[in-house]
């Protein structure tokens, strides 16, 4: 099946810094990407969908000004997180679909804020 | 928008026997529904999904069942082995949107096999 990657596979930064998530197709071209977040023992959230050349969706309650999204090419979407906190300690993971629409997830993304 | 629930959000079971997992959705123009196995710290896998235009799949140990009209999906294991314990998410599809379908998932099920 395809394959997504994702980089960082876990970071930690201190309250107030901004960190860089990126999230590549490696094998296809992905015009859309999605974003979600997953606190320990719950399910994945959707935060945003991510669109090649055009600004991104985000789902209700997510600011837009703090969770950066950048799809610039068809193959890599980035996630910044601005001026983190401790609550925006995470576990971040992006996924794309193919031509069938079947999502492939990358491998996600620790963040820990202290 | 598009609602999921699943149930129950434990399941332990002795190594053999079968483990049931049901969802719920709200929408009913949502047409894919998938399920995935996650292991602590590591990314869903998919391990089956079923379309609105079929009512069951199966995949050796594993079995998906649709039913549109109560808007609602189980995945069935059977002959579970203690490997088969993480947690399951089922998930259906949202608004179509652009080339891609949104995925709103289950709150998920840890799934336990006891040796």
């Known amino acids: 099946g395809a394959v997504v990657s994702q980089h960082p596979s876990w970071v930690i930064c201190k309250s107030g810094t901004s960190v860089k998530i990126e999230c590549r197709s490696l094998d296809f071209q992905a015009t859309t990407m999605f974003w979600y977040r997953q606190f320990p023992k719950q399910s994945l959230m959707l935060m945003a969908t991510?669109?090649?050349?055009?600004?991104?969706?985000?789902e209700q309650g997510v600011e837009k000004d703090k969770f950066l999204i950048n799809h610039a090419s068809l193959t890599l979407s980035t996630l910044t997180v601005t001026s983190a906190h401790p609550e925006d300690s995470s576990f971040y993971i992006c996924?794309?679909?193919?031509?069938?629409?079947?999502?492939?997830f990358g491998p996600g993304t620790r963040l820990t804020v202290l | 928008g598009e609602n999921v629930e699943q149930h129950p959000s434990t399941l332990s079971v002795q190594e053999g026997d079968s483990a049931v997992i049901k969802c719920t959705y709200s929408?009913?123009?949502?047409?894919?529904f998938p399920w995935y196995k996650q292991e602590l710290g590591k990314r869903p896998q998919l391990i089956i999904d079923i379309r609105s235009n079929v009512g069951e799949k199966k995949d050796q140990r594993i079995a998906v069942t649709l039913n549109k009209t109560a808007k609602h999906f189980s995945l069935h294991i059977t002959e579970t082995q203690p490997e088969d314990s993480a947690v399951y998410f089922c998930?259906?599809?949202?608004?179509?949107?652009?080339?891609?379908?949104?995925?709103?998932f289950g709150s998920g099920t840890q799934l336990t096999v006891l040796p």
């Open positions: 991510s669109n090649e050349g055009s600004k991104a969706t985000y």
């Open positions: 996924s794309a679909p193919d031509w069938t629409n079947e999502q492939f």
């Open positions: 929408d009913s123009a949502s047409n894919y």
């Open positions: 998930a259906a599809s949202g608004p179509f949107w652009g080339s891609a379908r949104q995925l709103t």
